[in-house]
T-cell receptor
Framework: NAGVTQTPKFRVLKTGQSMTLLCAQD?????MYWYRQDPGMGLRLIHY???????AKGEVPDGYNVSRLKKQNFLLGLESAAPSQTSVYFC?????????????FGPGTRLTVL | SQQGEEDPQALSIQEGENATMNCSYK?????LQWYRQNSGRGLVHLIL?????REKHSGRLRVTLDTSKKSSSLLITASRAADTASYFC??????????FGAGTRLTVKP
């Protein structure tokens, strides 16, 4: 099992450009999450999904959109990138709600917006 | 906003010593989880402790939870160089509302 994988690993964007980060999990998990991690801070939840076709806002959703068309995939989109979105992005998944189960994390995507 | 705050921010010890990290939080929780992050990698789950539990063990790890003081501690016994990593506590109040602290950076010198 690959667990949770993220594509790409690194990306550099110019302000105003758009991009999509892809997260895939092969554990048949219902729940998937997108976080960002900034220096000196813990992870902050951007959006999450409790199942195929559903999405919900987390703590810092502004400037991001997500889609969960297939159970195994969770996409994070930046429509018009801003320097404030420079960060490391982590995807995670869990069998049920994070309130009951551990989350499994991908290796991260390091994004720089110039 | 962060729910948990780890203390200390950084800890450096010799191999074989014990390492203790603390986490304090502000509101009532359903459970608290500890994660480890090696440099440049994703987080790995260590232990989940529920609000009605006081202590849990997993190998060389011991986690305590004091809900009256709104605090938790992670003890790593007989530390190894491979334990060098950042350790995060995450508090869960409601379903899917998991908040991470800023982490403790542990360095274990061989």
């Amino acid at each position: 099992n690959a667990g949770v994988t993220q594509t790409p690993k690194f990306r550099v964007l110019k302000t105003g450009q758009s991009m999509t980060l892809l997260c895939a999990q092969d554990m048949n998990h219902e729940y998937m999450y997108w976080y960002r991690q900034d220096p000196g801070m813990g992870l902050r939840l951007i959006h999450y999904s409790v199942g195929e076709g559903t999405t919900a806002k987390g703590e810092v959703p502004d400037g991001y959109n997500v889609s969960r068309l297939k159970k195994q995939n969770f996409l994070l989109g930046l429509e018009s990138a801003a320097p404030s979105q420079t960060s490391v992005y982590f995807c995670a998944s869990s069998y049920t709600t994070s309130g009951e189960n551990e989350q499994f994390f991908g290796p991260g995507t390091r994004l720089t917006v110039l | 906003s962060q729910q948990g705050e780890e203390d200390p921010q950084a800890l450096s010890i010799q191999e074989g010593e014990n390492a203790t990290m603390n986490c304090s939080y502000k509101t009532s929780i359903n459970n608290l989880q500890w994660y480890r992050q090696n440099s440049g990698r994703g987080l790995v789950h260590l232990i989940l402790i529920r609000s009605n539990e006081r202590e849990k063990h997993s190998g060389r790890l011991r986690v305590t939870l004091d809900t009256s003081k709104k605090s938790s501690s992670l003890l790593i016994t007989a530390s190894r160089a491979a334990d060098t990593a950042s350790y995060f506590c995450a508090t869960v109040r409601l379903s899917n509302d998991m908040r991470f602290g800023a982490g403790t950076r542990l360095t274990v010198k061989p």
